[in-house]
């Protein structure tokens, strides 16, 4: 579509616009999905490592090696790899719907190193002063570890939805439609600088926003 007849405006109402909401909406489901698993993945690696409390080796190094495998894809890479698990499971590999999968199993590992690693700095004296009250590993896991853990988890999840953010743009690369799409359709292979920026920028700010709410979140729950 060639964009000489338009004015900025009249490109940002046609392009940029629905793209920002086509992200925001890839980001959104995602980052949700991927908060739900990633949280039953760090729970199920800190249960089952050694003197935890359900300790389970060969599980925790199964899924450990799976996690540590996967993350090692460059999402682009990751994306491309997973497309007849994503024809699968959504039916298509082109377009917004179809890149939520790949976006949701990398987010995913991610953010289950990062429920891990917020699990294991609670001090054990409180999961052992639990359980000498005989609270179920349960009511351990969710009113005392999760609840301990909560600010770093925070703190986590505002660096993996950025991280996220820079997924969904890569993901236009492929078809996936979003702000990505319009910055290499109409801005970089179109020559389009004026585009391209105004995309970057559109970003730009997203990131300090994230971060912004993530910071306040933090210091309110610190």
Request: glycine residues 8%; hydrophobic residues 55%; positive net charge.
């Amino acid at each position: 579509m060639s964009l000489t007849n338009y004015t900025f405006t009249q490109i940002c109402q046609m392009l940029v616009v629905p793209a920002f909401f086509a992200t925001l909406k890839m980001l959104l489901i995602s980052g949700v999905l991927s908060t739900i698993f990633g949280f039953v993945f760090g729970v199920i690696l800190i249960l089952t490592e050694k003197g935890g409390l359900c300790q389970n080796v060969v599980i925790n190094r199964i899924l450990d090696f799976l996690v540590n495998t996967i993350r090692s894809f460059p999402f682009i890479i990751l994306m491309i790899s997973i497309i007849p698990f994503t024809r699968l499971i959504v039916g298509t590999s082109i377009g917004e719907t179809a890149a939520l999968v790949p976006l949701t199993v990398a987010c995913t590992l991610f953010m289950a190193r990062i429920f891990q690693n917020s699990f294991k700095e609670v001090d054990p004296a409180l999961i052992e002063a639990a359980q000498s009250f005989g609270a179920s590993k349960s009511q351990i896991v969710f009113k005392v570890m999760l609840k301990e853990a909560v600010p770093s988890i925070i703190s986590g999840l505002c660096l993996a939805i950025i991280n996220l953010l820079g997924c969904t743009a890569m993901a236009g690369a492929v078809g996936a439609g979003g702000l990505g799409a319009v910055a290499l359709t109409y801005g970089y292979q179109n020559f389009n600088k004026q585009i391209m920026y105004t995309i970057c920028v559109v970003l730009i700010i997203l990131v300090a926003i994230i971060q912004y709410f993530g910071d306040w979140i933090y210091k309110k729950l610190k």
